[in-house]
C-alpha cells in the first residue's frame, strides 16, 4: 500500500547547527505535502507546505525540499534553537492525509 | 482568530463504557477530521466530516463513529471501550475537505482502566 516514512526516528543537534530531517513518499501521484511540528503535551502544529510543481519553499528559518525523481521530502531548520526540540511529521496529500511515524528533534544546548 | 479546541482535555474512563469527544473547528472552516495517536502507531485517521457528511472513514471498528453539526463543530464517540482504546484524540479542522492543509487542536488525551 502507498505510505509516507520517515528515515530516521530521532536526530540530536547541537543548538545553532542547521536540522536536517527527511521523509520518503511511495505515491508519485501526490502533489501535496506538509510539515508539522508536535511539542510534548500538545497538538500538531502546521509548518509549511509544498506543491508538486515546486521543488523548494522557504519559511522562517525552515526550507523544505521536495524531489520528485525519488520521492523524497525534506525538512532543514536553520540555526536551530531549544524551542525546535518536537517530533516533526510529513503528511502526504491523499484522501484522507497520510503521516508519517515522525522523527524526533532534540536540541542540544 | 480562535484555533481549534477540543473538551474535555483529558479523560479517564473504565472499560465497556462509551466516551463523547468534542471538537469546534476554526472558524469558516467546515472540514473536521479525527485522528487516534498513539506511540506504537502515530498518527491514524478515523474519519472526516464536511457539511454534515462523512466523506472517508478509516479503518477502525464500528465502535467509534461521529458526527457534524450544522455550525461544523463535530463529536466523536467511541462505545465499549477498551484498553486499546488509550490514546490521544486529535481533531483538524480545514477550509475544504481531505488535500487542504488541517489545522489541529491540543487533543483529548483518554486513558482506559
Known amino acids: 500500500g502507498e505510505s509516507v516514512g520517515l528515515h530516521l526516528p530521532t536526530l540530536s543537534v547541537q543548538e545553532g547547527d542547521n536540522s536536517i530531517i527527511n521523509c520518503a513518499y511511495s505515491n508519485s501521484a501526490s502533489d501535496y505535502f506538509i510539515w508539522y511540528k508536535q511539542e510534548s503535551g500538545k497538538g500538531p502544529q502546521f509548518i509549511i507546505d509544498?506543491?508538486?510543481?515546486?521543488d523548494k519553499r522557504q519559511g522562517q528559518r525552515v526550507t523544505v525540499l521536495l524531489n520528485k525523481t525519488v520521492k523524497h521530502l525534506s525538512l532543514q531548520i536553520a540555526a536551530t534553537q531549544p524551542g525546535d526540540s518536537a517530533v516533526y511529521f510529513c503528511a502526504e496529500s491523499h484522501d484522507p492525509l497520510v503521516f508519517g511515524k515522525g522523527t524526533r528533534l532534540s536540541v542540544i544546548a | 482568530k480562535a484555533g481549534v479546541t477540543q473538551t474535555p482535555r483529558y479523560l479517564i474512563k473504565t472499560r465497556g463504557q462509551q466516551v463523547t469527544l468534542s471538537c469546534s473547528p476554526i472558524s469558516g472552516h467546515r472540514s473536521v477530521s479525527w485522528y487516534q495517536q498513539t506511540p506504537g502507531q502515530g498518527l491514524q485517521f478515523l474519519f472526516e466530516y464536511f457539511s454534515e457528511t462523512q466523506r472517508n472513514k478509516g479503518n477502525f471498528p464500528g465502535r467509534f463513529s461521529g458526527r457534524q453539526f450544522s455550525n461544523s463543530r463535530s463529536e466523536m464517540n467511541v462505545s465499549t471501550l477498551e484498553l486499546g482504546d488509550s490514546a490521544l484524540y486529535l481533531c483538524?479542522?480545514?477550509?475544504?475537505?481531505?488535500?487542504?492543509?488541517?489545522?489541529f487542536g491540543p487533543g483529548t488525551r483518554l486513558t482506559v482502566l
Open positions: 509544498i506543491r508538486s510543481n515546486m
Open positions: 483538524a479542522s480545514s477550509l475544504l475537505p481531505s488535500s487542504d492543509t488541517q489545522y
